[in-house]
């Protein structure tokens, strides 16, 4: 019997999804964490987040390699990606990073596919920037990655601020993908759990930076914005790092066996 389980485990992919890495703190994080986590777990991908990998605003292409370097295989981003203007120009490079798929006419790509696996990077319109429709847009991408070549799995990113619109975008894809994972709000969500159909769903994945924060930038900063109500730059946080994560465990036939979060503490 164990032979067995052992072999049917080998037909799965087994995929980490890191949440918004948030500047230095977030990247140091990952340096310590992800290789130890690739055999730890045994995984096949990680994906990361890395929107806010540039002191919190964007992210440059040293910090592509960066996370390449640390293990990351494949890096999303949202409505922070282009903060940095310098990589702009390499959008189209064939790096391994990409922006939402529903931005109407932008350098870049909106899904990337390594191995046997294809992600995509969407980003919501609820209290968000004005895109192209982040279903119908998926729609079109999946049609088209799909055409003439099937993959083992199916990764979305879907960058978004209201629960609402994650929840149906979950329930828009179930079955059409292996894995829907939100992020953005860099504050992780506990309603991970496969849908009825087999794609494997979380909320909000969380984010990769200082524990003691407001979603990763400094405590005094956000409060000074929130009482005086003047503009203010935000800066990263120090001290303590949260790695939040879920890893997603796929079968043969592209569902979701199990979707479970996956929290480290990096002091």
């Not at 929840?167 to 828009?172: D, E, N, T």
Request: glycine share 10%; with cysteine; hydrophobic share 40%.
């Amino acid at each position: 019997v164990q032979i067995a389980l052992a072999w049917l485990r080998t037909l799965a992919l087994r995929i980490l999804m890191m949440g918004d890495v948030i500047g230095k703190p977030g990247r140091s994080a990952i340096k310590e964490l992800v290789e130890p986590l690739r055999s730890e777990l045994s995984l096949d991908f990680v994906i990361a987040n890395g929107e806010n990998a540039a002191g919190g605003y964007g992210i440059t292409l040293d910090i592509v390699h960066e996370l390449q370097n640390c293990g990351v295989d494949v890096i999303t981003s949202g409505n922070h990606i282009w903060d940095q203007k310098e990589i702009i120009p390499y959008m189209d490079s064939g790096i391994p990073l990409i922006r939402p798929a529903n931005y109407p006419d932008a350098p870049g790509s909106g899904c990337f596919v390594t191995g046997d696996l294809l992600v995509v990077n969407l980003m919501g319109r609820v209290f968000m920037p004005a895109l192209d429709c982040p279903f119908r847009t998926v729609d079109r991408v999946l049609e088209e990655m799909t055409k003439d070549h099937s993959y083992k799995a199916i990764v979305v990113d879907f960058h978004a601020e209201a629960t609402s619109e994650k929840q149906g975008m979950g329930w828009y894809l179930d079955g059409r993908v292996s894995a829907v994972v939100g992020t953005h709000t860099h504050v992780g969500t506990v309603d991970a759990r496969v849908l009825t159909d087999g794609t494997g769903f979380v909320t909000d994945v969380g984010m990769t930076g200082p524990v003691n924060s407001v979603i990763g930038s400094d405590i005094e900063s956000v409060l000074g914005r929130f009482l005086s109500g003047m503009p203010r730059r935000l800066a990263v946080a120090a001290g303590p790092v949260m790695m939040n994560s879920v890893l997603i465990e796929i079968d043969d036939y592209g569902k979701a066996k199990s979707v479970e979060r996956i929290d480290r503490k990096v002091e």
